[in-house]
């Protein structure tokens, strides 16, 4: 019998190069599902917050939705971050340094899977963590510390600083990191042009929109949408979805970066529609375990609040519906699956 060494497969390459590919290839297997929601279902999901609203009828015909699975890709780097992340991994090279440095919140997503690839790249890897250390860590925390992360705590006037220049520079010369912006955004001053492949990865994900005239995603920085807008097909309409609750800022700042740079592209951003983070929290239970069931598995931050957009734009205009049913619009889902512990729902982190 083999002992137990020889059996073992041997470990996999560090290569940045190899591991840009092995990810390129992950991104570019996720799936489109049709979803189709019962009138019942829909009214439910929508009535919870939406009771006070004008215009809404109980619609009484079932929803399809198609929905591009990338929550399928991979458990930890899976949605949107390993897409925006392909593109860091190439511009980490050029700048020469050993590591990463990065900012997040004690559930984000991004650090997830900043601190799963960098262990899967042997680099040395921070979070710079909005909070405080005396509060016990999350099980997304504990998640990357387990994998090697080193967390740094940060108290909120400081972390408000994660836009600045000189904030930046501080942390990329005190870690030796190359530093990736909020949620797998662009450092300040960062050339914009993205490189292979990442660039191959938002074809990809472009060329996924195609047939589909009307698209669905939702943002926390708005990196994802801004990177796929010019590989969005010039039929399809961009919905997109702000989650963010911070009295207009991020909306004010996508929608002139937008006007810009995308005028040609026929984009829309909505505005978050939750009633605040903690009612939101506390509703969205029920309501995911319900999709569980359809195997419309979402996380609570993104996927389910732009699940609910979409339905309330298609109820508040009947012809629209008609319309959706002809031809159902496309909901790329951005992952996060890890976030549904917060919830209180199962998420099983692999070791
Ligand atoms: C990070 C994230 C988003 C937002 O992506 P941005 O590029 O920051 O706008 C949306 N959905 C999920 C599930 C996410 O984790």
Redesign the pocket.
């Known amino acids: 019998m083999a002992s137990p060494t020889a059996t073992k497969t041997p470990s996999a390459s560090t290569d940045p190069e190899s591991v840009a590919n092995e990810l390129l290839a992950l991104c570019t297997s996720a799936v489109i599902e049709s979803h189709q929601l019962s009138a019942e279902l829909v009214n439910a999901l929508l009535d919870r917050e939406h009771t006070a609203q004008p215009f809404c009828e109980n619609v009484t015909q079932p929803f399809r939705v198609d929905v591009l699975r990338l929550d399928q890709i991979h458990p930890v780097l899976q949605?949107?971050?390993i897409f925006?992340l392909l593109d860091h991994i190439s511009r980490w090279q050029q700048s020469s340094r050993t590591g990463w440095v990065t900012p997040g919140g004690c559930w984000s997503?991004?650090l997830h899977a900043c601190a799963w690839l960098a262990r899967r790249l042997g680099i040395p890897v921070t979070g710079l963590v909005r909070g405080y250390e005396h509060l016990p860590l999350t099980p997304m925390l504990e998640d990357c510390k387990r994998w090697g992360m080193t967390l740094v705590f940060l108290d909120k006037q400081s972390y408000r600083q994660r836009y600045d220049a000189e904030f930046q520079q501080h942390w990329r010369d005190h870690c030796d990191g190359y530093f990736i912006g909020e949620?797998?955004?662009l450092a300040v001053n960062a050339e914009p042009a993205v490189s292979q492949p990442g660039t191959a990865a938002f074809q990809w994900l472009g060329q996924q929109c195609q047939r589909y005239e009307s698209v669905w995603?939702?943002?926390?920085?708005?990196?994802?949408?801004g990177q796929l807008m010019p590989y969005l097909p010039r039929d399809s309409a961009l919905h997109v979805l702000n989650?963010v609750q911070d009295n207009g800022q991020l909306a004010e700042h996508l929608q002139n970066r937008w006007t810009h740079l995308w005028h040609k592209q026929n984009w829309h951003l909505h505005g978050s529609q939750q009633g605040g983070f903690g009612k939101a929290r506390k509703q969205a239970k029920p309501s995911l375990e319900r999709l569980d069931e359809l195997g419309l598995v979402l996380?609570p931050?993104?996927?389910l609040p732009l699940l609910k957009a979409l339905l309330q734009h298609y109820r508040q205009a009947p012809g629209l519906n008609e319309l959706a049913q002809a031809r159902p619009p496309l909901l790329i889902h951005?992952?996060?699956l890890q976030g549904r512990r917060g919830v209180g729902l199962a998420w099983r982190s692999p070791d």
């Open positions: 949605g949107n971050k925006k997503n991004h949620g797998g955004a995603m939702a943002a926390g920085s708005g990196t994802t949408a989650t996380d931050v993104y996927g951005g992952g996060g």
